[in-house]
């Protein structure tokens, strides 16, 4: 898989090479290539935005220079992936969709978004998912472009190591995880649930799905609902 990432901070996105990320990087699994939306800047003073055509609060960013930089960096075949607050929710289906894709370019924005045109005209060549990472209001996209490559990177194949797996991910099977031990087996006046030491491998699974669906039900009921709208093949935003 090849990711390219199109930011105005481009150094914000230095520590994907670290960690898991990095390591796949190493393996030749990944390619990433992090582009200074500046670079596709002509003017003297390197100018990504402008004043918002209605008025309003804060400035927005120029369609010309994302319009050339896309042009260059966002070949026909690859999945746009632009973060916003106005987006399609991110979940683990949509990390498992952007897992099987070949190649992921994602807009990071600033200031009060992107002009809507750019994606209105990307959208003539390549596939957009206009993206939202949850209910809540960044300063810009590269925390949740981090997020979003650290969730889908993980599911590629070869990027966990033997020991560690997505199988029984949160969310994968619906339900949250159950909790988590380690040694020692007495800590602070706490024991260790005694059916994790029984070594009754189908008692031990039943008593973690257990705990998962109590934790679920008490924690995200919304879970337990139904299936949910997001980011996928047939949720184009
Ligand atoms: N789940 C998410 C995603 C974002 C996000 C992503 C990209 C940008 C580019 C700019 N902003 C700030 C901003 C503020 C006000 C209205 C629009 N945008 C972003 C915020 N916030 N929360």
């Not at 996105?13 to 990095?22: F, K, Q």
């Not at 002509?42 to 609060?57: A, F, I, K, N």
């Not at 026909?76 to 973060?83: H, W, Y």
């Not at 194949?157 to 969310?171: C, I, K, R, T, W």
Request: aromatic residues 6%; charged residues 25%; negative net charge.
């Amino acid at each position: 898989m090849r990711i390219d990432i199109v930011s105005i901070f481009p150094d914000y996105l230095a520590p994907l090479r670290l960690s898991l990320p990095g390591k796949a990087i190493d393996r030749g699994i990944l390619e990433l290539g992090v582009h200074d939306l500046r670079s596709w800047t002509r003017d003297v003073h390197r100018s990504v935005d402008d004043t918002p055509y209605g008025g309003g609060p804060g400035m927005v960013m120029r369609p010309d220079v994302w319009g050339e930089c896309l042009d260059d960096v966002c070949p026909d075949d690859a999945l746009l992936v632009v973060p916003t607050p106005a987006g399609v929710p991110f979940t683990q289906a949509t990390a498992e969709e952007f897992s099987t894709e070949s190649h992921l370019v994602f807009a990071c924005g600033r200031y009060e978004g992107i002009d809507q045109r750019v994606f209105d005209d990307a959208a003539r060549r390549v596939r957009v998912r206009e993206v939202s990472i949850g209910d809540f209001v960044l300063i810009g996209g590269e925390v949740a472009v981090m997020a979003m490559i650290e969730a889908t990177v993980r599911l590629i194949p070869g990027v966990l190591g033997n020991n560690e797996s997505h199988e029984q991910d949160s969310f994968s099977d619906g339900i949250l995880e159950g909790p988590a031990y380690t040694r020692p087996q007495q800590w602070r006046g706490l024991s260790v649930p005694p059916v994790l030491l029984s070594g009754d491998h189908a008692r031990i699974a039943a008593w973690r799905h257990e705990q998962g669906l109590a934790r679920t039900e008490a924690l995200r009921p919304d879970l337990l609902a139904g299936p949910t709208v997001s980011a996928g093949p047939d949720h184009t935003a």
